[in-house]
């Protein structure tokens, strides 16, 4: 028989039991459907991970002062005197992939108002310390790149430290606060942020001048570390790499030695992230091709009766011509029919599914194209390994016994 | 002389069945040529259905030869078996064997979906024409629920011509219809016969087998009598004489 006409033998055979049709595609749809809506749900939350780590600022590449080996004594980070200003001017001028910078510097100490006190951290940037971080202000305002060149005694703090040093709920803009008994006149307030991943708390800073912090407070000329942002998180790797190289050239260092700094980004906390997500997403996966499995055993079973039931009917087919290979493409084609028809309907369905997901239950969701490929396919493929076994049971029957089968 | 549809030589068919040796058939010849009207008769056990099965191409002798349209059959594989019977013989069975919920049409041109050569606007066509043939001309899209019982056979009938085959086998068409019914088919296949159809047909019913040129009359395996009538009754004077009942 013609593959068109087979078509519409098909077609025919499950629009004359509807009901029974659409029962056998309903394990059909569930599992298709609820592939597409986990899948979605699984990129929603990979994606909004990503962001919430790159609103923590994923782009943020840092450079340190690596350990130096002197007379074979490797040196401790925190103790370096390598990374110099001229070193982050170097960074500043010549790498192009990075849209923020600021030197840093910070020391630890105690933060007193009154008779308040806390023992916080300093660090001393400049202003474009607060686009790297991805830090807004909740009062007050930035010190200006004048107030960085005056080494001006001005600070903000974060909540934490709010809290601890102005118990009282003052607002603490235009107060003064002492830092290790250096006066510095509170200008602005970060807004929280709460712990970064790895636990540590935010909001327990004090951000002044690095010229402030540098000259008043720790008396040093050198740098702790560089902070940078890439223009993207895709460009971090690049960055990097350029930073290297413009380091191990402005410290002088031949191919054969070590550098004596390191460059580190965000990027591999990322990856980190995004392989839990995935870990998560096989799973839920996992489970809803398991209603896909069913669904195909759904329609192997339905298939199986139908050819029973239509014993008589592949008789005399057989009788008037049918051969076996046309009574098997009958039948396969009928399963193939309806599992790509419920995978159909599934699609829509889970595509409805997450959007409802989406809207009212306000998680975040991203329907990946491929997820339907897959399903469908899955669905397809489901149609043909479950048709087989029936089909061929039909394309197997004696005609004489098929035609006298009550 | 007539071209041979049927030959049949020293033919045997032995089952196996447990332990047990059955020979349904213990070695039958004859022939039949093109225009003939054969009944083939027999209680239940005579081996009728097992020759049916043969002559139908549904089975395939255990020794001796059968040859259809000049064809031998025998070491045929299922396939070509398939063949033969899509475009040498038109099967009619006692319960019709119609497809439900599909036309008369649909359930004609049946057959000729199995046959490649013959596209969609021919198959239609040809289907109208049998219809037509057997007088259903007004009831091509009815489904075989909306048709009574000689209806049913008459578009059974129609697709058992669709093929033009060779041979017409109809297997106790008559069996499941009342007697009025019964002679309408009949007069049906006398009319087709006329036209030259050759027409084999199988039934334990004696009154049938007057209406068909040629008798053969099988007990346990063996053809016990073979001959021609010679007062071929006429179904439609049969079918007139009946007294009138009520509808």
Redesign the interface.
């Known amino acids: 028989?013609?593959i068109l006409?087979l078509l519409k033998?098909a077609f025919?055979a499950i629009v004359?039991n509807k009901m029974r049709s659409l029962l056998t595609m309903l394990g059909i749809i569930i599992g298709v459907a609820s592939v597409i809506a986990m899948l979605a749900i699984g990129e929603g939350s990979k994606a909004s991970i990503r962001e919430s780590i790159s609103n923590m600022g994923s782009n943020i590449i840092t450079i340190r002062p690596g350990a130096e080996v002197r007379g074979g004594v490797r040196g401790s980070a925190s103790d370096m005197q390598t990374l110099t200003f001229e070193d982050y001017e170097a960074i500043r001028d010549e790498a192009t992939l990075l849209s923020h910078i600021t030197p840093m510097v910070n020391g630890g100490g105690q933060v007193i108002n009154g008779s308040n006190n806390w023992p916080s951290t300093i660090y001393g940037v400049n202003p474009e310390y607060l686009e790297i971080k991805v830090v807004d202000l909740q009062n007050g305002s930035m010190f200006t790149n004048a107030e960085v060149q005056a080494a001006a005694k001005v600070a903000l703090i974060g909540q934490t430290v709010v809290e601890n040093v102005f118990p009282d709920g003052t607002n603490p803009v235009g107060q003064m606060i002492r830092f290790n008994n250096i006066p510095f006149k509170v200008i602005g307030v970060l807004e929280e942020k709460g712990e970064n991943t790895f636990g540590q708390d935010q909001d327990d800073v004090v951000i002044a001048p690095y010229t402030t912090v540098q000259k008043r407070i720790l008396a040093i000329d050198y740098l702790n570390q560089v902070m940078a942002s890439a223009v993207s998180e895709e460009d971090a790797p690049e960055a990097v790499t350029q930073v290297i190289d413009i380091m191990r050239t402005q410290h002088k260092l031949r191919d054969d030695e070590e550098d004596n700094f390191s460059v580190r980004s965000m990027e591999e906390l990322i990856s980190t992230f995004s392989s839990t997500t995935e870990m998560l997403t096989i799973l839920l996966v996992a489970v809803a091709s398991i209603s896909l499995l069913i669904g195909g055993i759904g329609i192997m079973n339905i298939m199986y009766v139908s050819v029973k039931e239509r014993t008589?009917?592949i008789?005399?087919?057989?009788?008037?011509?049918?051969?076996?290979?046309?009574i098997l493409m009958q039948f396969l084609i009928e399963a193939i029919l309806i599992s790509i028809t419920g995978g159909l309907l599934g699609v829509v369905l889970g595509l409805g599914a997450t959007v409802f997901i989406e809207k009212f239950l306000h998680w975040p969701t991203s329907v990946a194209l491929y997820s339907i490929v897959i399903s469908f396919a899955v669905c397809a493929i489901t149609g043909i390994f479950f048709g087989w076994y029936p089909a061929r049971k039909a394309a197997a029957l004696d005609?004489?016994t098929a035609?006298r089968y009550e | 002389m007539s071209k041979e549809i049927i030959k049949i030589n020293e033919l045997k068919r032995s089952f196996t069945m447990g332990t047990e040796t059955v020979h349904a058939l213990k070695g039958i010849s004859f022939t039949i040529n093109k225009g003939e009207f054969v009944t083939i008769m027999g209680s239940s056990g005579s081996g009728k259905s097992t020759l049916l099965?043969i002559l139908?191409c549904?089975?395939q002798p255990s020794s001796g030869s059968y040859e259809i349209d000049g064809v031998s059959i025998k070491d045929l594989s299922?396939?070509q078996l398939?063949?033969i019977?899509?475009?040498k013989i038109g099967?009619i069975?006692q319960s019709y064997?119609l497809?439900p919920?599909?036309t008369a049409i649909e359930n004609v041109e049946?057959?000729l979906?199995?046959?490649?050569k013959v596209n969609?606007t021919e198959r239609k066509s040809r289907a109208i024409k049998a219809l037509k043939m057997v007088g259903l001309g007004d009831r091509l899209h009815h489904t075989p629920s909306q048709l009574s019982g000689g209806q049913q056979q008459r578009v059974a009938i129609a697709?058992s011509l669709v093929?033009d085959p060779v041979m017409i086998l109809a297997d106790e068409a008559t069996g499941n219809l009342d007697t009025r019914t019964s002679y309408e088919i009949m007069s049906l296949f006398q009319e087709l016969n006329r036209k030259g159809i050759t027409i084999t047909f199988v039934t334990h019913e004696p009154d049938i087998a007057s209406f068909s040129n040629r008798t053969i009359v099988l007990k346990d395996g063996n053809i016990i009598k073979d001959y021609f009538n010679t007062n071929i009754l006429s179904a439609e004077k049969e079918l007139a004489a009946l007294p009138i009942e009520d509808h």
Do not use: H, Q
């Not at chain 2, 979906?113 to 490649?116: E, F, G, K, P």
């Open positions: 028989m013609r006409n033998v025919k004359l008589k009917e008789g005399l087919r057989m009788a008037i011509g049918g051969r076996g290979a046309d005609p004489i035609l | 099965n139908g549904l089975d299922k396939n398939a063949n019977r899509n475009e099967f069975f064997n497809l919920r599909t049946l057959p979906l199995y046959n490649r969609s697709r093929n």
